[in-house]
């Protein structure tokens, strides 16, 4: 049986989440919170298996409530469950400790199935979510690809082709240190540590294409 601590300052909602979770055999809901000073006098009161809390909440947010609950117990499962589509959100939740965030628009085995996940220790993202922190992480690696300058864009698809720096010198006609230099730099503002991420991470924004069209006839 998996003991659940439900956080929501919406009485109704919390009514209509319990009765949901009361028809799933393996779990109980044993104690409910409209804000988080109550929310974390329950779980130091009911140790729960699980807590599942809003973001927006009377007084102290849902995110302070996760971080004061995993700094009291680190191995603390927690689940976002809120109406920000916002992956800005989700990212701070989970940076605050959260395991899982699900948003209210999901379907009802959307979130049963992430208590589930978080319970076992993964994490759990609905679908919306993963979605947008996708396109997100996308955004930020096309940026950063347009930082990189003339010279190292040339350099990063000589590498992509499976250039050595001595060979990527000579062809450019640089020394070896130049080349050396700026294939760190390529791989520190693109955000990778090796020349396989640097390459998965060219194929996922389609740099190929990009280069084969940069690339001298």
């Known amino acids: 049986m998996i003991s659940i601590l439900l956080v929501d300052d919406h009485a109704i909602v919390r009514e209509g989440y319990r009765s949901l979770l009361a028809k799933q055999p393996g779990l109980q809901v044993v104690a409910e919170a409209g804000d988080s000073a109550?929310?974390?006098?329950?779980?130091?009161?009911?140790?729960?298996?699980?807590?599942?809390?809003?973001?927006?909440l009377p007084g102290s947010s849902?995110?302070?409530?996760?971080?004061?609950?995993?700094?009291?117990?680190?191995?603390?499962?927690?689940?976002?469950?809120?109406?920000?589509q916002n992956p800005g959100f989700a990212g701070q939740a989970m940076r605050a400790g959260a395991l899982g965030y699900v948003t209210k628009s999901s379907q009802p085995e959307e979130l049963l199935r992430a208590i589930h996940e978080v319970y076992a220790g993964r994490h759990a993202l609905s679908a919306?979510?993963?979605?947008?922190?996708?396109?997100?992480?996308?955004?930020s690696e096309r940026i950063a690809l347009e930082t990189l300058t003339v010279r190292e864009f040339e350099i990063?698809?000589?590498?992509?082709?499976?250039?050595?720096?001595?060979?990527?010198?000579?062809?450019?006609?640089i020394s070896p240190k130049t080349a050396g230099n700026c294939h760190y730099l390529i791989k520190r503002k693109l955000g990778v540590a090796s020349d396989i991420e640097l390459t998965r991470l060219a194929?996922?924004?389609?740099v190929l294409d990009l280069l084969e069209l940069s690339a001298p006839g």
């Not at 979510?129 to 955004?139: D, F, R, V």
């Not at 990063?156 to 006609?173: F, K």
Request: charged share 30%; aromatic share 6%; net charge positive.
């Open 38 to 56: 109550q929310a974390y006098r329950l779980f130091k009161e009911f140790q729960p298996d699980l807590v599942i809390t809003d973001i927006s």
């Open 62 to 84: 849902g995110l302070e409530l996760i971080a004061r609950i995993r700094q009291r117990r680190a191995d603390a499962k927690i689940l976002v469950f809120s109406m920000h």
């Open 128 to 139: 919306d979510i993963a979605q947008a922190l996708a396109l997100e992480k996308l955004g």
């Open 156 to 173: 990063l698809r000589l590498l992509v082709d499976g250039r050595s720096n001595d060979e990527i010198a000579q062809t450019l006609n």
């Open 203 to 206: 194929i996922k924004l389609n």
